[in-house]
Each structure stands twice: as C-alpha cells, then as structure tokens.
C-alpha cells in the first residue's frame, strides 16, 4: 500500500515515458532518414521495425485517409504527421451508425 503521493507519481510518469518514448523513436526515425543517401530519403516509413512514421509536409488528403476513412477496416491506423499511431474515426463513426442501425 503506498501512499497517496507515490500513487500520483506513478500517475503522472506514464505521460512522461510516453512523450520520452514519442521523442526517441522521432529522433531515431530523423537519425535512420539522414543516413539514407539524399536521393533516396522519403521521410516515412517504419522506425524499430514496426512504429510508422512521416514526417512530410502534412495534406488535407493524408489527414483524411488516416483520420476519416469509414470504408477501412482498420481503427488504428498511422499518424498522418510525426511517430505512431492515431485512431481513424471514421471507421468508429461507421462501426456505431451499424451498430445503431441493427438494433432497430
């Protein structure tokens, strides 16, 4: 039983690993870009063999297909900007509105 300032340490840590965690894979995706010839460097793609990244200049058409694709049958899906994952809300939109439709 700890006391009720380790509980809250404990807490407030997993953000703190989580962004150093974020940070690190960043830094080694930008490492793994700069080592490649200058001609062959895309700025995407995986980084520890299997956390994506992209670090091209952002498009409404990438936010969309990564953001807001109800047809996809993935809920996660790539960051359409920087290291990880993100959550394709179209697709959970779509899953509720099935949902919703079969229990009427």
Known sequence: MGSHHEHEARQHGSPKLVR???IALA???VVKELR???ADREWHGNVAGFVPYDFRAPTVTRFKERLW???D???ITPQPFGVGWTVNVGRVV?????GTDRQE
């Open 36 to 38: 490649t010839p200058q």
């Open 94 to 98: 779509a899953l509720v509105r099935n």
């Open 73 to 75: 049958e993935h809920l």
């Open 69 to 71: 694709a109800p047809d």
């Open 27 to 29: 830094g080694a995706a």
């Open 20 to 22: 150093l965690a974020t």
